[in-house]
C-alpha cells in the first residue's frame, strides 16, 4: 500500500495512533525520570520547580549510618542469595537438559513455580515455617528467600543458554578422554557463561529489589536499601529519597545494558560457533 | 550374532542412558531439596493451617477433648465445668491462657475478656471448689448460656472450617448452619471484592494503553522497534519502591501534574491524586502496563500483513477490516496479557501499601496483617489459600493460552 493510495482516514488514524502511543511511552519513562533531578535540587521539599544545583542530599546519604547499615544489608543477603541460587540454578537446568526421566515435567514446574506464587504468600508461609526453626529476623533466612526467590532466573537462563549448546563439543572432549568434571569447567562451562551470568544478575537484582520478605522476615537492624525507603515513603517525604531512587535507577540501567550486552554477544558468539561447524 | 550385537548396543545405551539419568538427578537434587524446604513445604504447611484448629488444644488439652465429645444439645455437666475449670486454672498459672482467650475471641465476641477474667478468679482459688459449675457461674453468667458452649466446641479443633469462612464474612450459628456474619464483624467479602475490581481496572486500563502502542512496535521498523522496546523495558528495571516514590513525587498536592493542572486553568485547587484509588490504580498500571504490551506484541508481529492487505483488496473498509480481521487474531496476545496483569494484580502488597489510603488495601495487605499485626495465623493462611487457589486457577488458564511460554510472573508487585 503506498501512501498515495492511503485514504485520509487511515493518515489520520496513525497520526492519532502516533500521539496516543508517544503520550503511553511518556506514562511509562516519565516518572523514572522525574525523581532524578531533585536528589541534586537544593531544598528540602521534594517538589517541582527546581532551587538550584546542590549534592548535599547526597553527601547526607553517604554520611548517614541508617543508609550506610541498609546497603550493608542488602548486599549482606543479596550477595550469599545470588550465590546460592546461581549455584544450585545452574545445576539443576544442566540436570534438566541431560536426561529424561518421570516427572521431569513436575519437578520443571516446581522449580519455576516461585515466578508465579504471589510474593506476600511466599513471605507469609515462610514467616508460619522459619519462626519455631528461629530463621525470622536472621539473615540465614532471608538469604534462603531471596536464593528460593531467584533460582528460577537462573533455571531459566540457563536453560535458555544450554538449548542452543551444541552437545557434539561435549561428546568431542569426552571421546578425547576428558573427564566429566574437566569437560565441564572447559568446554559447558564457557559456552554457558553468558546465561549462569544473566541469570545471577536477575536473582542479585530481585533480591535488591524486594521488601516484602524483608517486611515480615526481617529484623529492625536488618533493614535493606528498599526496605528503608518502604519506610521513608511512609513516614516522611524528603530528599534523600530522591537520592536513593536515582542510585538504585542507575544501577538497574547498568545491570540491565550489561544483560542485553552478554544476550548480543552471546548470539553473536552461537553464529560464529554455527559457522564453524555448518 | 547380530542379535547379540543389538543386544550388546542395547544393554551399552541402556547404560549410558542411566548413568545420564543419575547424573541428571544428582544435579537436580540439590535444589529440588532446597525449594521443599524454603518453598513447597512452608507453603503446603500455610494451606494446612487454614483447617487445622490446634491453639485451644494445646492450652487446655483436656478440656479440648471433652468438648469435642459434647453433642452440643444436652446442657453442659459438672464434669465438663471441672475439666475446663481445672484447664483454666493451669492455663492462667501458666500464664498461656491469653492464647486460647484469643482464640475463643475469634468465635465468640467477648470471648476474651470472658476467658481472662474467668481465669483470673480461678487462679486465686485455693484447692477444689464444691461446684465448678456455680464458681464459674458466678464469675460470669455467660458460662451459662448455650452460646458461650458452642464457640468452644467450634474452637477446640482440630480441623476447622472457621477461618476459611471468616475468609468469606461467614460462620456457624449455634445450630451448626454456614450464616453470614453480621456487618460490623464482615470485613473481607468487600475487600476480595475490592481486589478482583482494582485488579480489572488495572487490566482495562493496561489494554487501553498497551494496545495501541504495542502495534506501534510490531509494525516500525527493527531499530525503532528496539528502542521503543528498551523505553516499555526500562520500568521493569526499575525498582518499585523506586517507582512508587515517583508517582508520590509527581501526584502530590505540590506535584508537577497539579502544577500543570492549575496552570492550565483546569482545577484552581490541588486534586487528591495520591494515598486514594485513582493513585494506586495509576501507579499499578505503570507497573503492569509492559507485561501486557509484550504478549500483545508478539502475537501481532506474528500476524501477516497480506492478510490486511486481502481485507482491503476484497473491498474492506480499513476500520471493517481491522474490527473484523485483524482484532480477532491478536485476540490470543490480549487475552494473555490481561490474564497475566490480572493474575499479577492480585497479589500486590507493595504499590497500594505506599500509594493507597487505607480502604485501598487489597487481599496480599490482610494476609500480612493477620500474620505480623494481629496474629490471627489461621485467618491469614485462609485469605492465602484464597488468593494461592484464585492465582493457581487463572495461571492453568494462562498457560493453556499462552502454550508452553515462559512464565513472566512474579516480577514486581
Same mark, same amino acid.
Given at each position: ?101 518421570? $516427572?521431569?515435567? !513436575?519437578?520443571? #514446574?516446581?522449580?519455576? %513455580? /516461585?515466578? *508465579? =506464587?504471589?510474593? @506476600?504468600?511466599? +513471605?507469609? &508461609? ?14 540465614? $533466612?532471608?538469604? !534462603?528467600?531471596? #536464593?528460593?526467590?531467584? %533460582? /528460577?532466573? *537462573? =533455571?531459566?537462563? @540457563?536453560?535458555? +543458554?544450554? &538449548? ?25 562451562? /564457557?559456552?554457558?557463561?553468558?546465561? @549462569? ?82 | ?413
Amino acid at each position: 500500500m503506498t501512501s498515495s493510495a492511503r485514504t485520509l482516514t487511515e493518515r489520520w488514524a496513525s497520526l492519532a495512533l502516533a500521539i496516543f502511543s508517544a503520550g503511553v511511552l511518556v506514562f511509562l519513562v516519565a516518572p523514572i525520570l522525574a525523581i532524578l533531578p531533585l536528589s541534586v535540587n537544593d531544598s528540602a521539599f521534594l517538589t517541582y520547580p527546581l532551587r538550584g544545583f546542590s549534592t548535599r542530599w547526597y553527601e547526607a546519604v553517604f554520611a548517614s549510618d541508617k543508609w550506610r547499615l541498609a546497603v550493608q544489608n542488602s548486599f549482606l543477603i543479596g550477595l550469599p542469595a545470588t550465590l546460592v541460587a546461581t549455584v544450585l540454578g545452574t545445576m539443576a537446568a544442566i540436570g534438566l537438559s541431560l536426561a529424561d526421566f518421570r $516427572g521431569k515435567g !513436575i519437578v520443571t #514446574a516446581m522449580m519455576l %513455580s /516461585p515466578l *508465579v =506464587v504471589p510474593i @506476600v504468600i511466599v +513471605a507469609v &508461609a515462610l514467616y508460619f515455617f522459619f519462626a519455631p526453626l528461629g530463621l525470622t529476623q536472621s539473615y540465614t $533466612g532471608l538469604i !534462603i528467600a531471596h #536464593a528460593a526467590l531467584g %533460582s /528460577p532466573f *537462573v =533455571v531459566v537462563t @540457563v536453560g535458555a +543458554a544450554l &538449548a542452543s549448546f551444541d552437545r557434539n563439543l561435549a561428546r568431542a572432549a569426552a571421546g578425547l578422554g576428558a573427564p566429566p568434571l574437566v569437560v565441564f569447567q572447559r568446554i559447558m562451562l /564457557p559456552l554457558l557463561r553468558p546465561g @549462569v551470568i544473566s541469570g545471577a544478575l536477575f536473582a542479585f537484582a530481585l533480591s535488591l529489589d524486594e521488601v516484602v520478605t524483608v517486611l515480615l522476615l526481617g529484623a529492625p537492624h536488618q533493614r535493606t536499601i528498599p526496605r528503608e525507603m518502604f519506610s521513608g515513603l511512609r513516614d516522611s517525604l524528603n530528599p534523600s529519597i530522591a537520592v536513593v531512587a536515582t542510585l538504585l535507577t542507575v544501577l538497574a540501567v547498568f545491570l540491565l545494558l550489561v544483560i542485553e550486552w552478554l544476550r548480543v554477544r552471546n548470539e553473536r558468539l552461537r553464529r560464529r560457533e554455527g559457522r564453524v561447524s555448518g | 550374532m547380530r542379535a547379540s550385537d543389538d543386544d550388546r548396543l542395547a544393554r551399552d545405551l541402556g547404560r549410558a542412558g542411566r548413568s545420564r539419568r543419575v547424573a541428571a538427578l544428582l544435579l537436580i537434587a540439590p535444589l529440588f531439596f532446597f525449594l521443599a524446604f524454603s518453598f513447597v513445604v512452608p507453603i503446603a504447611d500455610m494451606l494446612r493451617r487454614s483447617v487445622t484448629d490446634t491453639e485451644m488444644e494445646e492450652i487446655w488439652p483436656d478440656a479440648a477433648g471433652a468438648i469435642r465429645g459434647w453433642d452440643r444439645r444436652t446442657e453442659p455437666d459438672e464434669a465438663m465445668f471441672r475439666v475446663l475449670g481445672r484447664d483454666m486454672r493451669a492455663s492462667a498459672e501458666a500464664r498461656t491462657i491469653a492464647t486460647a482467650a484469643r482464640r475463643l475471641n475469634y468465635a465468640l465476641p467477648g470471648g476474651r475478656s470472658l476467658v481472662m477474667n474467668t481465669g483470673r478468679a480461678l487462679r486465686g482459688l485455693e484447692g477444689e471448689p464444691l461446684s465448678w459449675r456455680e464458681t464459674m457461674l458466678a464469675e460470669d453468667p455467660a458460662w451459662g448460656e448455650r452460646r458461650t458452649w458452642i464457640a468452644l466446641s467450634h474452637s477446640a479443633g482440630p480441623l476447622t472450617d472457621f477461618y476459611l469462612l471468616t475468609a468469606f464474612d461467614m460462620e456457624r450459628d449455634a445450630d451448626d448452619r454456614i450464616v453470614p456474619r453480621p456487618p460490623d464483624q464482615s470485613l473481607y467479602l468487600a475487600v476480595l471484592q475490592r481486589t478482583l475490581l482494582m485488579s480489572a481496572a488495572v487490566t482495562l486500563l493496561c489494554l487501553a494503553l498497551g494496545f495501541p502502542l504495542a502495534h506501534l512496535v510490531a509494525n516500525a521498523p527493527p531499530r525503532q522497534a528496539n528502542l521503543l522496546m528498551i523505553l516499555i523495558l526500562l520500568p521493569l528495571w526499575t525498582s518499585l519502591v523506586v517507582r512508587s516514590a515517583a508517582w508520590i513525587v509527581l501526584l502530590q498536592d505540590q506535584g508537577i501534574v497539579n502544577g500543570f493542572l492549575q496552570w492550565s486553568g483546569l482545577t484552581s485547587e490541588p486534586v487528591r491524586l495520591i494515598f486514594n484509588r485513582p493513585g494506586v490504580l495509576i501507579a499499578m498500571t505503570h507497573v503492569q502496563l509492559p507485561f501486557m504490551i509484550l504478549p500483545i506484541v508478539a502475537t501481532m508481529k506474528a500476524i501477516p500483513k497480506s492478510y490486511m492487505h486481502a481485507a482491503a483488496s476484497l473491498g474492506a473498509h480499513p476500520a471493517v477490516a481491522f474490527w473484523r480481521v485483524y482484532l480477532p487474531l491478536t485476540m490470543p496476545g490480549v487475552a494473555a496479557g490481561s490474564l497475566l496483569v490480572f493474575i499479577m494484580s492480585l497479589g500486590y502488597y507493595v504499590t497500594p501499601a505506599l500509594v493507597g489510603g487505607a480502604s485501598d488495601q487489597m487481599l496480599a495487605y490482610f494476609i500480612a496483617f493477620n500474620t505480623t499485626s494481629s496474629a490471627n495465623w489461621g485467618l491469614a493462611a485462609a485469605l492465602g489459600v484464597l488468593l494461592l487457589g484464585a492465582t493457581a486457577v487463572l495461571y492453568f488458564v494462562y498457560s493453556r493460552i499462552a502454550g508452553s511460554g515462559r512464565p513472566l510472573l512474579g516480577y514486581g508487585q
